[in-house]
């Protein structure tokens, strides 16, 4: 008998971090789980800054006017962010070559646009892949992930064709698919990132440890399988 296929939706942003953290941990569970759960995995589409003009912004200055902090502030918060995700084993420091770039925010929709694509053309593993590889590009490399080119040179390195993924992001409809995907997360109450949303009724806030993500999983399997 075949095992029932946990279905987990991440809402989470290129932009956010602890969305990236989070992923490295979850990533860790579904290693501990190994063959014993069943899960496929979807990133669903949420902005932390959809007001953002195409510029970007500093990463530092926003985080100051968001949290009202002081620089020494918000350069702790970035201290304790790197740690953070040193030990989830996603090191965020700069690995691009030259002068370290300033850290900046980004529009992200168009990125969104990608992954939705991604998922509807080649599957969860393929988009899983392109959401890894932005994740990089923004955090290690300092990539403007809301520029055009930028995104598609991203997807063709992971193997994508460039033309089509050109195309999706000409596509209205796509477009439009992404703005009702975006609404329907926070219909459904995800106002804060990640967001792991499991059989579409059990949530998981924030990027916890994988001990965390593996049990409430196992959890579910286990209902699933039991009728419940």
């Not at 949530?203 to 916890?208: D, K, M, S, V, Y």
């Amino acid at each position: 008998m075949n095992k029932p296929v946990v279905d987990v939706q991440i809402w989470s942003d290129v932009m956010c971090p602890w969305c990236a953290v989070g992923y490295a941990q979850y990533a860790k569970a579904l290693a501990q789980l190994g063959d014993d759960v069943a899960v496929e995995t979807r990133f669903m589409p949420f902005e932390l800054n959809p007001d953002l003009p195409p510029e970007g912004k500093d990463q530092q200055k926003h985080l100051a006017e968001v949290y009202q902090r002081s620089p020494e502030e918000t350069a702790a918060m970035r201290q304790q962010l790197m740690d953070a995700a040193e030990r989830a084993g996603f090191p965020m420091q700069w690995t691009g070559d030259g002068e370290e770039p300033a850290a900046m925010m980004w529009n992200t929709f168009a990125a969104h646009e990608l992954l939705r694509w991604a998922l509807a053309t080649q599957g969860p593993e393929a988009q899983a892949r392109l959401k890894q590889a932005l994740f990089r590009a923004h955090f290690q490399r300092r990539r403007n992930v809301s520029d055009r080119e930028v995104l598609l040179d991203i997807a063709a390195a992971e193997g994508f064709d460039r033309a089509a993924a050109a195309a999706a992001l000409d596509d209205e409809a796509l477009a439009v698919a992404t703005r009702m995907e975006e609404r329907r997360g926070l219909e459904m109450g995800i106002h804060s990132v990640p967001s792991f949303v499991v059989n579409g009724r059990y949530l998981i806030p924030g990027a916890q440890e994988p001990e965390v993500y593996a049990a409430t999983l196992r959890k579910v399997a286990e209902m699933a399988e039991a009728g419940a």
